[in-house]
């Protein structure tokens, strides 16, 4: 599972668009630079392009559904 900074790579698996309402494929590596892992092989339905979307692909209608410092 890659590490990211959410404030600079706005990955699909990180966006309130896409369909992980449980935030499964995401968890929280160090809260102080906002690093975070996640499963970036998975594909999930986004409603923003309403189609099936690898989680670390990235498009305009990124919204951040994490809580940033």
């Not at 896409?18 to 996640?38: A, G, M, V």
């Amino acid at each position: 599972m890659p590490i990211i900074n959410v404030k600079k790579s706005k990955r699909c698996a990180f966006c309130t668009h896409w369909d992980d309402k449980n935030n499964e494929l995401i968890r929280l590596d160090n809260d102080e630079y906002n690093l975070w892992d996640y499963d970036n092989s998975t594909f999930r339905m986004c409603c923003y392009r309403n189609e099936e979307t690898k989680a670390s692909s990235y498009c305009n209608g990124y919204n951040c559904k994490v809580e940033l410092k």
